[in-house]
């Protein structure tokens, strides 16, 4: 059986990656696996190494936009207005093809439960040439590039103009709830939103690598960025003196941490363990926990993010496995994939924990074949 270090030395041998670390874990029994170099030509890559994560940040958000839950400070049936004036009286195009200027007012009101579920007709469906879709590619750029993005309220205000492309509760669509969390976090709070997740969940959780930025005394083990050049070269996007050097503007909830292979370990055994941390300190609700795991979405819903979910479900902030289409699908299996060529998963079912780094963009939404053949390991393992 090919071990995982040869799994992943294969792509750092043949050029795709310039390294990646790997870990599954199973209880206290974890196996990691760091390969290649932090930059071509660099560093060798550690198991501390540092990735920009990219969109399996959701599910930090999501949990940190639940913790308000826990508290009291916001409900699920709670309309986002009251936080987010700029949403509180949304427009929707009259059909998903219509033009921008051909809308109809939104049944009701969007809910805090449709920010978290993906469901408040702003996002990404399969079909990137509506012209809804073309207006929202102006504001909600690619997170890969923090810097693409405006302070919030500026961002908040912007989006505002954009109309709906389904009414709240109709569709799943893909990112821009994410980054509303954020946003709906600090107005909730007063905090901004690195500062509540540092407090809230890296602290207890131990994190310590994990934020929207990386200190200059850690960027010795910050790898650099890449994107296939159209060679099939590497090129790169952005190094550790670059985008993460400093905090953003807009410090993006759907893809702006930087972090670990350890560091996320902690977060997703915290969601094995009902929300609670190794040392028995509660970040979630066993209940926050449940929601955030279990599939929110209906057969119609799925299918306008089809693109995306490949026939799975969602829950708050990351896929939920319901068809075992793949040798890797279980159900219940939870978690999700980064555009930075990142993935981790938790399968609450077995109790076994997968996350794979690595630092090379992906140029769509279908998951690399190193990430799959990664699960597929992981599944037989």
């Given at each position: 059986?090919?071990?995982?270090?040869?799994?992943?030395?294969?792509?750092?041998?043949?050029?795709?990656?310039?390294?990646?670390?790997?870990?599954?874990?199973?209880?206290?029994?974890?196996?990691?696996?760091?390969?290649?170099?932090?930059?071509?030509?660099?560093?060798?890559?550690?198991?501390?190494?540092?990735?920009?994560?990219?969109?399996?940040?959701?599910?930090?958000?999501?949990?940190?936009?639940?913790?308000?839950?826990?508290?009291?400070?916001?409900?699920?049936?709670?309309?986002?207005?009251?936080?987010?004036?700029?949403?509180?009286?949304?427009?929707?195009?009259?059909?998903?093809?219509?033009?921008?200027?051909?809308?109809?007012?939104?049944?009701?009101?969007?809910?805090?439960?449709?920010?978290?579920?993906?469901?408040?007709?702003?996002?990404?469906?399969?079909?990137?040439?509506?012209?809804?879709?073309?207006?929202?590619?102006?504001?909600?750029?690619?997170?890969?590039?923090?810097?693409?993005?405006?302070?919030?309220?500026?961002?908040?205000?912007?989006?505002?103009?954009?109309?709906?492309?389904?009414?709240?509760?109709?569709?799943?669509?893909?990112?821009?709830?994410?980054?509303?969390?954020?946003?709906?976090?600090?107005?909730?709070?007063?905090?901004?939103?690195?500062?509540?997740?540092?407090?809230?969940?890296?602290?207890?959780?131990?994190?310590?690598?994990?934020?929207?930025?990386?200190?200059?005394?850690?960027?010795?083990?910050?790898?650099?960025?890449?994107?296939?050049?159209?060679?099939?070269?590497?090129?790169?996007?952005?190094?550790?003196?670059?985008?993460?050097?400093?905090?953003?503007?807009?410090?993006?909830g759907n893809g702006?941490?930087?972090?670990?292979?350890?560091?996320?370990?902690?977060?997703?055994?915290?969601?094995?363990?009902?929300?609670?941390?190794?040392?028995?300190?509660?970040?979630?609700?066993?209940?926050?926990?449940?929601?955030?795991?279990?599939?929110?979405?209906?057969?119609?819903?799925?299918?306008?993010g089809r693109l995306?979910?490949?026939?799975?479900?969602?829950?708050?902030?990351?896929?939920?496995?319901?068809?075992?289409?793949?040798?890797?699908?279980?159900?219940?299996?939870?978690?999700?994939?980064?555009?930075?060529?990142?993935?981790?998963?938790?399968?609450?079912?077995?109790?076994?924990?997968?996350?794979?780094?690595?630092?090379?963009?992906?140029?769509?939404?279908?998951?690399?074949?190193?990430?799959?053949?990664?699960?597929?390991?992981?599944?037989?393992?």
């Amino acid at each position: 059986m090919t071990t995982l270090h040869d799994l992943l030395q294969a792509h750092v041998g043949a050029g795709t990656v310039p390294g990646a670390v790997g870990l599954v874990a199973r209880g206290d029994q974890v196996e990691v696996v760091a390969v290649g170099t932090q930059d071509v030509g660099g560093a060798p890559m550690a198991r501390d190494s540092i990735f920009r994560v990219a969109s399996i940040t959701k599910s930090v958000t999501a949990a940190a936009l639940l913790i308000l839950v826990d508290e009291g400070r916001i409900a699920l049936d709670d309309p986002i207005g009251r936080w987010l004036p700029e949403l509180g009286k949304p427009v929707v195009v009259r059909t998903p093809a219509s033009p921008v200027d051909d809308v109809v007012p939104a049944s009701r009101s969007i809910t805090v439960f449709d920010v978290l579920a993906s469901q408040a007709g702003y996002g990404f469906p399969s079909d990137f040439t509506l012209p809804a879709v073309q207006e929202l590619f102006t504001v909600q750029k690619d997170g890969r590039v923090p810097s693409n993005f405006p302070p919030a309220d500026e961002w908040m205000a912007a989006l505002g103009r954009i109309p709906l492309l389904y009414q709240p509760g109709a569709a799943w669509l893909y990112d821009t709830c994410s980054v509303l969390q954020g946003v709906l976090i600090s107005r909730v709070t007063g905090q901004p939103l690195p500062e509540f997740l540092a407090e809230r969940i890296f602290g207890p959780l131990g994190m310590v690598d994990t934020g929207f930025e990386v200190s200059a005394a850690k960027r010795g083990r910050f790898t650099s960025f890449y994107r296939p050049g159209a060679d099939g070269s590497l090129e790169l996007a952005d190094d550790p003196d670059g985008e993460w050097s400093s905090l953003p503007a807009l410090p993006l909830g759907n893809g702006g941490l930087a972090s670990t292979a350890d560091d996320w370990l902690a977060f997703c055994r915290m969601l094995l363990a009902g929300g609670v941390t190794a040392d028995g300190r509660r970040v979630l609700s066993a209940d926050s926990v449940r929601m955030m795991t279990t599939d929110h979405t209906n057969p119609a819903q799925r299918d306008i993010g089809r693109l995306f979910l490949e026939g799975q479900g969602w829950g708050f902030g990351g896929s939920v496995d319901i068809d075992r289409a793949n040798p890797w699908n279980a159900p219940g299996r939870y978690g999700w994939v980064g555009g930075t060529g990142t993935a981790a998963h938790i399968v609450p079912a077995t109790g076994a924990v997968t996350i794979l780094l690595t630092q090379v963009a992906a140029m769509g939404p279908v998951p690399a074949p190193v990430i799959r053949e990664f699960w597929r390991y992981a599944a037989n393992t």
